[in-house]
């Protein structure tokens, strides 16, 4: 079946720097990215939808200038956490499908670890 | 607008015990999908089936079943003779039409299974 990886799957850093998480889609083309966002015994909370080659759409709550999404290619999403704080520190998961069909399948990544101190 | 409701929080339940995790959805659309996720502590989720909103016929997959009643808006998942491993929050989520792929996740349960 369609896999997603994520990389890094785990990341600590210092407050004030930037971080980059990278979502690939290994063995399909995903025209549509999507990014989640999880605290700690919480639900997922849809943070950008991400088509390629164009802007990301972010839910209304996040910063764009501080959560940066690109989607460069069919197989791969970034998501760049700029100035990360502390308060960023969260599990982020992305999500990829072939298609904008609802009957198209989402496949979900493995998710990444952001500890920020 | 979309909304996924899993009113237990937690739940405990001693092994080899038959456990029922809640779900009632709300939506406008008349094509919508629902979902059940498995998320072990690695915090990967594991998709445990997709239901459209034209399939109502309930569905076994060896210890689990799934109810989906339009009536109600519910989509509950049962876990027969629960094992150890089956412990894990458990989301029940829906795509409808009229959002697009957007996924809208409940709140999940987290199921205990005590050996």
């Known amino acids: 079946g369609a896999v997603v990886s994520q990389h890094p799957s785990r990341v600590i850093c210092k407050s004030g720097t930037s971080v980059k998480i990278e979502c690939r889609s290994l063995d399909f083309q995903a025209t549509t990215m999507f990014w989640y966002r999880q605290f700690p015994k919480q639900s997922l909370m849809l943070m950008a939808t991400?088509?390629?080659?164009?802007?990301?759409?972010?839910e209304q709550g996040v910063e764009k200038d501080k959560f940066l999404i690109n989607h460069a290619s069919l197989t791969l999403s970034t998501l760049t956490v700029t100035s990360a704080h502390p308060e960023d520190s969260s599990f982020y998961i992305c999500s990829a499908t072939l298609g904008p069909s609802l009957q198209e399948t989402q496949y979900f990544g493995p998710g990444t670890r952001l500890l920020v101190l | 607008a979309q909304k996924v409701t899993q009113a237990q929080t937690e739940i405990s339940v001693v092994e080899k015990e038959d456990v029922t995790l809640d779900c009632v959805y709300e939506t406008r659309d008349t094509t919508y999908y629902l979902f059940w996720y498995k998320q072990p502590p690695s915090g990967e989720l594991v998709f445990l089936i997709r239901?459209?909103?034209?399939?109502?016929q309930n569905e076994i997959s060896g210890r689990y079943s799934w109810n989906f009643q339009k009536s109600t808006s519910s989509f509950n998942f049962t876990i027969t003779a629960s094992q150890v491993v089956d412990s894990a929050v458990y989301f029940c989520?829906?795509?409808?039409?009229?959002?697009?792929?957007?996924?809208?996740f409940g709140t999940g349960t987290s199921l205990t299974v005590i050996p």
């Open positions: 989520a829906l795509i409808g039409r009229s959002t697009g792929n957007q996924f809208y």
């Open positions: 239901r459209n909103s034209f399939d109502e």
């Open positions: 991400s088509n390629e080659g164009s802007k990301a759409t972010y």
